[in-house]
């Protein structure tokens, strides 16, 4: 494998950062042409999670269609493009909304960050918004506006909770 390619295969998950769309709508093909349109390479997440809107069209229907859906971005073995100085000892996971998440797709991610924590051997503190990583503070970045719903997924037994407040429009 010649030394770029084997660069861009050194991702060594030890973190699992959850972040949003900040958009009503999108899926993984959406992000990656908002991404590249930015001057990014591609879509820099691992996982992108659906709202059920993949489209504007969509979101003024107001039908939802295949909620908690998980689409793959980058392999995990890539580099990330998602959070500086974590992208090489990260997952990425995208939430697609902006602050409100119906329950089947916080639920979506539970068992994703679940999956992905048995299979990496990630410690329940290493799942973290972006937000509280400390070049996503240093930015100022709220994403994924999601704090209760961080701390429910450290803590099932706060499920219900979370329940009651992601459901609040
Ligand atoms: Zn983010």
């Not at 073995?77 to 990425?92: D, F, K, T």
């Not at 290493?126 to 503070?137: D, L, R």
């Amino acid at each position: 494998m010649p030394e770029v390619e084997a660069a861009k295969m050194a991702n060594v998950p030890e973190f699992l950062i959850v972040h949003c769309s900040d958009s009503g709508w999108g899926d993984a093909s959406v992000i990656d042409a908002w991404h590249r349109d930015r001057g990014f390479d591609r879509l820099g997440y691992h996982r992108v999670i659906l709202n059920g809107f993949r489209t504007y069209a969509d979101m003024k229907s107001g039908v939802r269609k295949d909620v908690g859906l998980v689409e793959l971005g980058r392999l995990d073995m890539e580099v990330g493009a998602h959070c500086v100085g974590y992208n090489r000892r990260s997952l990425g996971i995208c939430l697609v909304g902006s602050g409100v998440y119906p329950v089947q797709q916080i639920d979506a991610l539970r068992q994703l960050v679940n999956e992905l924590r048995s299979q990496y051997d990630i410690p329940v503190h290493n799942v973290i918004g972006h937000h509280e990583s400390q070049s996503g503070a240093q930015e100022g970045k709220t994403c994924p506006s999601l704090d209760r719903s961080m701390i429910a997924l450290r803590m099932p037994e706060l499920r219900q909770s979370l329940e009651v407040s992601s459901s609040t429009p």
